[in-house]
């Protein structure tokens, strides 16, 4: 009299097995699909268009383009890939969408400008990003960070960059950096220290997770470049006080030329080499290392970036 | 083996959203029918006949007891084609017609598609509906779709039917229809169930009865005992207009029509009455015994709940 | 058993054709014709494309809202009506009813699609008086159509065995939605951590993956699709809709119809 129980347990296990299947099935298709062509994943590639067809819930679907675009830049990296060429079109729609998506244009800022594989290499249309980003948003001092950003990093227009700063600097609230920074440029001050100061305003200026990971990783490879600089000099200088090179950088610290032995920013001391120069041990934690890695050292194409706080 | 096997069947709702509340439609149930019975399930109106019904039918499942049909667990679809089911004022498909809906439903009977249309026209002419077989339900009347209702109930020839009011929304005529037609089934050795709160049908009808009030059995058994054990009446027809102090001293109902009176007095104050009468020399014309009416039975039947709480509608 | 199955299947198309629901075909014919004449004039070369983008959207868009709008009404209806008395006192168990049911709407879909891919075809014809051979891939695009609409019909069906139509409409369409936008939800997932990555990998797995069986887009562009995306998701849909149906089933059967 009661309900059938043949039914009920023959019901239940189909539909635990149709379960783990569709599960299963998800994955491949997943799988498939992640071969997908241009047109696909972009739909509609005209942002005009899209965003008349979004029937005003253009801010939803910019959330949805933005962690498009965040995803496939995130597993093209990851993969080392030499080409982003979605990456574009993406912050595009996003940025049309949503206009006043900040986060957006700082992304376009750090890695549709920067050269391949850390970036898309097309510093011209960041440049055209982060302006509409400016048009739409005059009082967002950050744009005008990002913008002096990629004429300085990728285009070596320090004229411009310059300008870009004491525009930013001038919109109240700025950060007293951007200040500096336009100074730095129209001085053309010590590269190293520009360039810390302009990666110090990228971490800052932003919470994006990807953002500040890639400045943080460019200011180790900065420190270790001012670090490896120092050493050799020092190391330099032993060799002419005593004549020889010195075995380890023990030696330079009986010399009193050093308070210890020196660590890289991961922790690590540094080597000394029979040749007398300075290098990281683990250089391949290190990306945009321009100086302390071995002769023929070749960097990884996947860089690790390091895990922020 | 009976036909239709009640044995302890309850069922309890609850309601109410946050506290619930259990509300009992059916206190346990022991019923048995034979086959070949009229059986009248009786009682007013949320008694708990119509929730008695859809456990048989199997539309809602106990929380208590089990019952039998023909031997079988009421889910079992080989009995299900032996019984038919008439609801409650029925509904059906209003964008079939009558033909259709027949058709349709002897296909879920199991019927073979030959005999199957001739059973259709049958049973449409035996519910007097052989006219309106290609009108669309949306246009039948309350009373048209109570008899394609019995039509769809008996088109597969069942060996039980179930009826839920049979009787609802029909005209006096189509009340007698339906009542020559159980009269038919009874005849051809069918079983009927039915669950109605009008008596005097059931009074015509059935061999048995059942009363059920507030979901509990009151009472079972043959009309005909039923009515006869308790005590009886008798009705005495005088000339005359004078109604002797006896009569009212008695509080008997007396009524005076033309040149008689009629009085309905106690059958054991019988000789008392006759004797009253001879001295006030009135001239006798008849004494009936008079029946204690299903209404009657049915009335002491639902006393005890009803001086508790208060009489319902 | 089966044979009640197709019984039921029929007399719901039945219900589903004299509930007029085939004049939603006039409506398409209308929006079709008007469509391809005005592109006929406007420009060069994008006809086709405007033409199987605005066709086949409609073709889903219109064949969605059929499908919510009976199926969440095939189960609820029944019982409120109390059309469903009289049918399970006859022997038909539960179940057959059930999966007569969504026959009976999968049926009506298919065939409604039918007529309606006979009218995008015609709209190109009457745009570009040719065919091309990756025209073709139209036909994998309505079929990829009618896999969604095996779940959604499924999906309301589930709905309608326990709730009132306007919540099985609103959930069925809020389904629709985020399985439009389900590889989205997965990658959202993949993006947080802890509990909510749980659970949201779990919602994003569970959801019915729509945006897999929409080919519009390059159909339109005269893309092929590849044949393994055929298959898997032809498994797809067929396991899924399995899926809700066990689950219309599972909650059907143990329900007090009142």
Same mark, same amino acid.
């Given at each position: 009299?009661?309900?059938?129980?043949?039914?009920?347990?023959?019901?239940?296990?189909?539909?635990?097995?149709?379960?783990?299947?569709?599960?299963?099935?998800?994955?491949?298709?997943?799988?498939?699909?992640?071969?997908?062509?241009?047109?696909?994943?972009?739909?509609?590639?005209?942002?005009?268009?899209?965003?008349?067809?979004?029937?005003?819930?253009?801010?939803?679907?910019?959330?949805?383009?933005?962690?498009?675009?965040?995803?496939?830049?995130?597993?093209?990296?990851?993969?080392?890939?030499?080409?982003?060429?979605?990456?574009?079109?993406?912050?595009?729609?996003?940025?049309?969408?949503?206009?006043?998506?900040?986060?957006?244009?700082?992304?376009?800022?750090?890695?549709?400008?920067?050269?391949?594989?850390?970036?898309?290499?097309?510093?011209?249309?960041?440049?055209?990003?982060?302006?509409?980003?400016?048009?739409?948003?005059?009082?967002?001092?950050?744009?005008?960070?990002?913008?002096?950003?990629?004429?300085?990093?990728?285009?070596?227009?320090?004229?411009?960059?310059?300008?870009?700063?004491?525009?930013?600097?001038?919109?109240?609230?700025?950060?007293?950096?951007?200040?500096?920074?336009?100074?730095?440029?129209?001085?053309?001050?010590?590269?190293?220290?520009?360039?810390?100061?302009?990666?110090?305003?990228?971490?800052?200026?932003?919470?994006?997770?990807?953002?500040?990971?890639?400045?943080?990783?460019?200011?180790?490879?900065?420190?270790?470049?001012?670090?490896?600089?120092?050493?050799?000099?020092?190391?330099?200088?032993?060799?002419?006080?005593?004549?020889?090179?010195?075995?380890?950088?023990?030696?330079?610290?009986?010399?009193?030329?050093?308070?210890?032995?020196?660590?890289?920013?991961?922790?690590?001391?540094?080597?000394?080499?029979?040749?007398?120069?300075?290098?990281?041990?683990?250089?391949?934690?290190?990306?945009?290392?321009?100086?302390?890695?071995?002769?023929?050292?070749?960097?990884?194409?996947?860089?690790?970036?390091?895990?922020?706080? | 083996?009976?036909?239709?096997?009640?044995?302890?069947?309850?069922?309890?709702?609850?309601?109410?959203?946050?506290?619930?509340?259990?509300?009992?439609?059916?206190?346990?149930?022991?019923?048995?029918?034979?086959?070949? @019975? %009229?059986?009248?399930?009786? #009682?007013?109106?949320? &008694? *708990?006949? $119509?929730?008695?019904? =859809?456990?048989?039918? +199997?539309?809602?499942?106990?929380?208590?007891?089990?019952?039998?049909?023909?031997?079988?667990?009421?889910?079992?679809?080989?009995?299900?084609?032996?019984?038919?089911?008439?609801?409650?004022?029925?509904?059906?498909?209003?964008?079939?017609?009558?033909?259709?809906?027949?058709?349709?439903?002897?296909?879920?009977?199991?019927?073979?598609?030959?005999?199957?249309?001739?059973?259709?026209? @049958? %049973?449409?002419?035996?519910? #007097?509906?052989?006219? &309106? *077989?290609? $009108?669309?339900?949306? =246009?039948?009347?309350? +009373?048209?779709?109570?008899?394609?209702?019995?039509?769809?109930?008996?088109?597969?020839?069942?060996?039980?039917?179930?009826?839920?009011?049979?009787?609802?929304?029909?005209?006096?005529?189509?009340?007698?229809?339906?009542?020559?037609?159980?009269?038919?089934?009874?005849?051809?050795?069918?079983?009927?169930?039915?669950?109605?709160?009008?008596?005097?049908?059931?009074?015509?009808?059935?061999?048995?009865?059942?009363?059920?009030?507030?979901?509990?059995?009151?009472?079972?058994?043959?009309?005909?005992?039923?009515?006869?054990?308790?005590?009886?009446?008798?009705?005495?027809?005088?000339?005359?207009?004078?109604?002797?102090?006896?009569?009212?001293?008695?509080?008997?109902?007396?009524?005076?029509?033309?040149?008689?009176?009629?009085?309905?007095?106690?059958?054991?104050?019988?000789?008392?009455?006759?004797?009253?009468?001879?001295?006030?020399?009135?001239?006798?014309?008849?004494?009936?015994?008079?029946?204690?009416?299903?209404?009657?039975?049915?009335?002491?039947?639902?006393?005890?709940?009803?001086?508790?709480?208060?009489?319902?509608? | 058993?089966?044979?009640?199955?197709?019984?039921?299947?029929?007399?719901?198309?039945?219900?589903?054709?004299?509930?007029?629901?085939?004049?939603?075909?006039?409506?398409?014919?209308?929006?079709?014709?008007?469509?391809?004449?005005?592109?006929?004039?406007?420009?060069?070369?994008?006809?086709?494309?405007?033409?199987?983008?605005?066709?086949?959207?409609?073709?889903?868009?219109?064949?969605?809202?059929?499908?919510?709008?009976?199926?969440?009404?095939?189960?609820?209806?029944?019982?409120?009506?109390?059309?469903?008395?009289?049918?399970?006192?006859?022997?038909?168990?539960?179940?057959?009813?059930?999966?007569?049911?969504?026959?009976?709407?999968?049926?009506?879909?298919?065939?409604?699609?039918?007529?309606?891919?006979?009218?995008?075809?015609?709209?190109?014809?009457?745009?570009?008086?040719?065919?091309?051979?990756?025209?073709?891939?139209?036909?994998?695009?309505?079929?990829?159509?009618?896999?969604?609409?095996?779940?959604?019909?499924?999906?309301?069906?589930?709905?309608?065995?326990?709730?009132?139509?306007?919540?099985?409409?609103?959930?069925?369409?809020?389904?629709?939605?985020?399985?439009?936008?389900?590889?989205?939800?997965?990658?959202?997932?993949?993006?947080?951590?802890?509990?909510?990555?749980?659970?949201?990998?779990?919602?994003?797995?569970?959801?019915?993956?729509?945006?897999?069986?929409?080919?519009?887009?390059?159909?339109?562009?005269?893309?092929?699709?590849?044949?393994?995306?055929?298959?898997?998701?032809?498994?797809?849909?067929?396991?899924?809709?399995?899926?809700?149906?066990?689950?219309?089933?599972?909650?059907?059967?143990?329900?007090?119809?009142?």
């Amino acid at each position: 009299m009661r309900a059938s129980k043949r039914t009920t347990i023959a019901a239940s296990l189909l539909l635990v097995a149709c379960l783990l299947g569709s599960v299963l099935t998800l994955r491949r298709l997943d799988q498939l699909r992640s071969r997908a062509t241009l047109e696909e994943v972009l739909y509609i590639s005209s942002p005009k268009v899209l965003k008349r067809l979004s029937l005003g819930y253009d801010g939803l679907l910019a959330d949805v383009y933005w962690t498009r675009a965040v995803q496939y830049f995130g597993s093209k990296h990851h993969a080392g890939a030499m080409h982003y060429e979605l990456l574009g079109p993406l912050l595009e729609i996003t940025a049309q969408l949503d206009p006043q998506l900040v986060v957006a244009y700082q992304f376009g800022a750090s890695f549709l400008a920067a050269r391949p594989p850390n970036g898309a290499g097309q510093p011209e249309r960041a440049i055209e990003l982060t302006q509409f980003g400016i048009r739409n948003n005059p009082n967002e001092w950050k744009l005008y960070y990002s913008l002096g950003f990629i004429y300085y990093t990728e285009l070596k227009d320090n004229a411009r960059a310059a300008d870009a700063f004491s525009r930013g600097a001038q919109i109240p609230g700025a950060h007293p950096f951007l200040k500096l920074l336009a100074g730095k440029m129209a001085e053309n001050a010590g590269e190293l220290e520009t360039a810390r100061l302009l990666w110090i305003a990228a971490y800052k200026t932003t919470e994006d997770k990807d953002i500040r990971a890639n400045a943080v990783a460019h200011l180790n490879a900065i420190q270790v470049d001012e670090d490896v600089t120092r050493l050799e000099t020092l190391v330099g200088e032993y060799q002419k006080k005593t004549g020889h090179l010195p075995a380890t950088l023990l030696d330079l610290v009986a010399a009193r030329m050093l308070p210890g032995v020196p660590v890289d920013p991961l922790g690590y001391p540094y080597k000394l080499t029979r040749d007398g120069r300075i290098e990281v041990r683990m250089p391949d934690e290190l990306p945009f290392l321009k100086k302390g890695m071995p002769p023929d050292y070749v960097a990884p194409v996947m860089p690790k970036f390091p895990k922020t706080q | 083996m009976p036909a239709i096997e009640i044995l302890g069947l309850e069922k309890t709702y609850t309601v109410g959203f946050w506290r619930k509340r259990p509300k009992r439609a059916l206190l346990p149930l022991h019923l048995q029918v034979e086959e070949g @019975e %009229v059986f009248g399930f009786l #009682g007013p109106n949320g &008694a *708990g006949k $119509t929730t008695t019904l =859809k456990l048989l039918m +199997g539309l809602v499942y106990p929380t208590g007891g089990t019952a039998r049909i023909l031997g079988k667990d009421v889910n079992d679809p080989q009995m299900k084609s032996q019984i038919g089911f008439l609801p409650e004022q029925p509904y059906f498909y209003d964008y079939l017609t009558a033909r259709e809906l027949l058709e349709y439903y002897g296909q879920l009977s199991g019927l073979e598609a030959k005999p199957r249309s001739r059973k259709v026209d @049958e %049973v449409l002419s035996r519910v #007097g509906l052989a006219d &309106a *077989g290609r $009108t669309q339900l949306r =246009k039948f009347s309350k +009373g048209m779709l109570q008899r394609v209702g019995i039509a769809q109930a008996i088109l597969h020839n069942p060996r039980i039917v179930f009826f839920d009011e049979p009787m609802s929304g029909l005209d006096p005529m189509g009340r007698r229809e339906v009542r020559d037609l159980m009269e038919q089934l009874k005849q051809a050795g069918k079983t009927v169930f039915f669950s109605t709160h009008i008596l005097s049908d059931a009074e015509a009808l059935c061999d048995r009865v059942a009363i059920i009030h507030r979901g509990e059995l009151r009472g079972v058994g043959a009309v005909a005992e039923l009515t006869s054990t308790v005590h009886g009446k008798v009705e005495m027809v005088w000339e005359g207009t004078l109604v002797p102090a006896w009569f009212k001293s008695r509080g008997a109902a007396c009524h005076v029509s033309g040149d008689t009176v009629r009085a309905v007095v106690q059958e054991q104050d019988q000789e008392a009455a006759i004797d009253a009468l001879r001295r006030e020399r009135l001239r006798l014309v008849s004494v009936v015994p008079v029946r204690m009416s299903l209404e009657d039975y049915f009335v002491e039947k639902l006393k005890p709940a009803e001086a508790k709480a208060g009489v319902r509608s | 058993m089966s044979r009640r199955i197709v019984h039921i299947a029929a007399n719901t198309f039945r219900e589903a054709v004299r509930d007029r629901v085939l004049y939603n075909l006039i409506a398409f014919a209308l929006l079709m014709s008007g469509a391809a004449i005005l592109v006929g004039q406007i420009s060069i070369d994008i006809e086709r494309l405007v033409v199987v983008n605005l066709g086949l959207t409609a073709v889903s868009l219109f064949g969605m809202v059929i499908a919510i709008f009976i199926g969440i009404g095939l189960v609820s209806k029944e019982i409120e009506k109390r059309t469903l008395y009289t049918v399970l006192s006859r022997p038909v168990r539960r179940w057959e009813f059930i999966v007569g049911k969504f026959f009976g709407l999968a049926g009506t879909l298919i065939v409604n699609t039918f007529f309606m891919a006979i009218g995008v075809f015609a709209a190109l014809w009457y745009v570009s008086r040719h065919f091309e051979s990756p025209d073709g891939w139209v036909l994998v695009a309505l079929y990829f159509i009618i896999l969604q609409f095996l779940i959604i019909t499924a999906l309301a069906l589930l709905f309608s065995a326990f709730s009132s139509p306007l919540l099985s409409a609103v959930f069925a369409f809020a389904l629709f939605v985020i399985g439009s936008f389900a590889e989205d939800l997965r990658g959202f997932a993949a993006l947080t951590q802890g509990a909510t990555r749980w659970l949201a990998t779990g919602a994003a797995y569970l959801v019915p993956n729509f945006s897999a069986l929409n080919v519009i887009s390059s159909v339109a562009h005269q893309q092929p699709v590849a044949g393994q995306l055929i298959l898997y998701n032809t498994v797809y849909a067929l396991i899924y809709a399995s899926m809700a149906l066990c689950g219309a089933v599972l909650i059907f059967e143990h329900r007090n119809l009142k």
